[in-house]
């Protein structure tokens, strides 16, 4: 089992930054897949960025340039630093970690942007 551990989701202005960070605890295995995935209210979950153990990365056209995925394997934990946010952006954010073809998610954090 791989339990996920998310933080950093808040309210924040259009134009502003966030930072969300995801730890993963358990029974790691060395080659998986990280990342983010968003659902906004009445809306189907759909995904932001991912990234693997290997450093291969994949984002969403909508965040391309805004959003940058990172991990630490180490610690195991990814990270989304959010830039140049707007109001469509406002969504529950969900950790999500693959490994050996088994999904685990986060508990989801909230994403708030005003105009």
């Known amino acids: 089992q791989v339990q996920l551990v998310e933080s950093g989701g808040g309210l924040v202005q259009a134009g502003g930054s966030l930072r969300l960070s995801c730890a993963a605890s358990?029974?790691?295995?060395?080659?998986?897949?990280m990342g983010w995935y968003r659902q906004a209210p009445g809306k189907q979950r759909e995904l932001v960025a991912i990234?693997?153990?290997?450093?291969?990365?994949n984002y969403a056209d909508s965040v391309d340039g805004r959003f940058t995925i990172s991990r630490d394997n180490a610690k195991n934990t990814v990270y989304l630093q959010m830039n140049s946010l707007k109001p469509e952006d406002t969504a529950v954010y969900y950790c999500?970690?693959?490994?050996?073809?088994?999904?685990?998610w986060g508990q989801g954090t909230q994403v708030t942007v005003s105009s």
């Open positions: 999500n970690y693959i490994q050996k073809g088994i999904n685990y």
């Open positions: 358990g029974s790691i295995f060395s080659i998986n897949i």
């Open positions: 990234m693997s153990s290997g450093g291969t990365t």
